[in-house]
T-cell receptor, first 112, second 112 residues
Framework: DGGITQSPKYLFRKEGQNVTLSCEQN?????MYWYRQDPGQGLRLIYYSQIVNDFQKGDIAEGYSVSREKKESFPLTVTSAQKNPTAFYLC???????????FGPGTRLLVL | KNQVEQSPQSLIILEGKNCTLQCNYTVSPFSNLRWYKQDTGRGPVSLTIMTFSENTKSNGRYTATLDADTKQSSLHITASQLSDSASYIC???????????FGTGTRLQVFP
């Protein structure tokens, strides 16, 4: 996991509520990513950011939003528009010019 | 359609035994293939990465092979240990993009 922090480890949400997942890194990596992991499925890309103040939608961006105001931080908001938010969310980072993505410890979101 | 398929879905072996996990992909254009190890409830950690021209790469007791002609890869684990119990994910990157295609993983359980 290195210098990537995701908090909280477990998060409970009531239906209709927005919730924000935190991802912080002290690796000085340029790119940051959010993935969603569901049982029996491969990781799916939600959003990614190559540089500060810029981000792009991934394959399943609907119902999610992000911001990248600082290089160290890339929070993910799961909105009420996301109909099936229960999943394991993984944040990853990558240093510019290299290919390896380094993953954080993940946040498990449960909708009650 | 770009896809990565892994087999078996799950595998149980006894400590000390060897095992081989399989990965078949239909990703094009191909850039590289990486194997990740993911402990339960944690983020994936990179084990090996191979480009088109590489056939074999080792990382301790882990040896990955790549056959770019048949679009197949395998991960061989030698003298398994209890700590090898995890999910192993095959990931293929498309050429000249930042897009990763993730397999669904093989869940390995090593028993004493």
């Amino acid at each position: 996991d290195g210098g990537i922090t995701q908090s909280p480890k477990y998060l409970f949400r009531k239906e209709g509520q927005n919730v924000t997942l935190s991802c912080e890194q002290n690796l000085n990596h340029d790119a940051m990513y959010w993935y969603r992991q569901d049982p029996g499925q491969g990781l799916r890309l939600i959003y990614y950011s190559q540089i500060v103040n810029d981000f792009q939608k991934g394959d399943i961006a609907e119902g999610y939003s992000v911001s990248r105001e600082k290089k160290e931080s890339f929070p993910l908001t799961v909105t009420s528009a996301q109909k099936n938010p229960t999943a394991f969310y993984l944040c990853a980072t990558r240093v510019g010019g290299q290919e390896t993505q380094y993953f954080g410890p993940g946040t498990r979101l449960l909708v009650l | 359609k770009n896809q990565v398929e892994q087999s078996p879905q799950s595998l149980i072996i006894l400590e000390g035994k060897n095992c081989t996990l399989q990965c078949n992909y239909t990703v094009s254009p191909f850039s590289n293939l990486r194997w990740y190890k993911q402990d339960t409830g944690r983020g994936p950690v990179s084990l090996t990465i191979m480009t088109f021209s590489e056939n074999t790469k080792s990382n301790g007791r882990y040896t990955a092979t790549l056959d770019a002609d048949t679009k197949q890869s395998s991960l061989h684990i030698t003298a398994s240990q209890l700590s090898d119990s995890a999910s192993y994910i095959c990931v293929v990157r498309t050429y000249n993009t930042d897009k990763l295609i993730f397999g669904t993983g093989t869940r390995l359980q090593v028993f004493p």
